[in-house]
Nanobody, 124 residues
Framework: QVQLVESGGGSVQPGGSLRLSCAAS????????MAWFRQAPEREREGVAM???????KYTDSVRGRFTVSQDNAKNTLYLQMNSLKPEDTAMYYC??????????????????WGQGTQVTVSS
């Protein structure tokens, strides 16, 4: 089983930037899909961005053009660069992996390993 540890969250003002990291340990062969999800208080967990083992990426509409997902294979780390942050981006952010699957929909049961989350707060 893959273990995932997120870091990089914090508090920023609207318009600011943060870069989240997700360090992975354990072995997962291709194909796989890694994703960032977020959950705000009293709201359902929602998918934000995906990174497939092929290098293909996918973004939810609300973050497209502001967020960028990438992976450093040498460091076994997934990143989420978040720019032009808005108060509505405030949430706990989680990374997750769906082994053996290409990236399709943000179908939570496909994602079998999750990190503990890192809090992002956007406020003036």
């Amino acid at each position: 089983q893959v273990q995932l540890v997120e870091s990089g969250g914090g508090s920023v003002q609207p318009g600011g930037s943060l870069r989240l990291s997700c360090a992975a340990s354990g072995y997962t062969s291709s194909p796989y899909c890694m994703a960032w999800f977020r959950q705000a208080p009293e709201r359902e967990r929602e998918g934000v961005a995906m990174f497939e083992s092929t290098g293909r990426t996918k973004y939810t509409d609300s973050v497209r053009g502001r967020f960028t997902v990438s992976q450093d294979n040498a460091k076994n780390t997934l990143y989420l660069q978040m720019n032009s942050l808005k108060p509505e981006d405030t949430a706990m952010y989680y990374c997750a992996i769906a082994p053996g699957k290409a990236c399709g929909e943000y179908y939570i049961p496909n994602f079998t390993s999750w990190g503990q989350g890192t809090q992002v707060t956007v406020s003036s």
